[in-house]
């Protein structure tokens, strides 16, 4: 599995930015694909997701700013990011994860992109 991630840079308070991630492969066969973002000090969290059965999770922070789609074309999961805020800042990740089972064991198999950077001034 690879995930290709790509569109960061800089961007004043209250632009926009659209972030993508190239999958091998269809974007369905995950049963979570989405972003993460880390900035610097912090975690890494959860900014948008789609899960199984076409779900889709956002952040607190995020709703209604970000938006997640799939082109389905392209095999890409793309973040689409307005009004963006200084504390918007940080690594941003693709990341996806595939359940496999053998016999009754499940196991969670997590794959990630490498970052792309995004920076928003103030």
């Known amino acids: 599995v690879q995930l290709q991630a790509s569109g960061g840079g800089l961007v004043q308070a209250g632009g926009s930015l659209r972030l993508s991630c190239a999958t091998s492969g269809s974007t369905f066969r995950f049963d979570v694909i989405g972003w993460y973002r880390q900035a610097p000090g912090k975690q890494r969290d959860l900014v948008a997701a789609?899960?199984?059965?076409?779900?889709?999770d956002y952040a607190d922070s995020v709703k209604g700013r970000f938006t997640i789609s799939r082109d389905n074309a392209q095999n890409t999961v793309n973040l689409q990011m307005n009004s963006l805020r200084p504390e918007d800042t940080a690594v941003y990740y693709c990341y996806a994860m595939i359940m496999t089972h053998k016999g009754w064991t499940r196991y969670k198999n997590d794959y990630w992109g490498q970052g792309t950077q995004v920076t928003v001034s103030s």
């Open positions: 789609f899960r199984d059965a076409g779900n889709t």
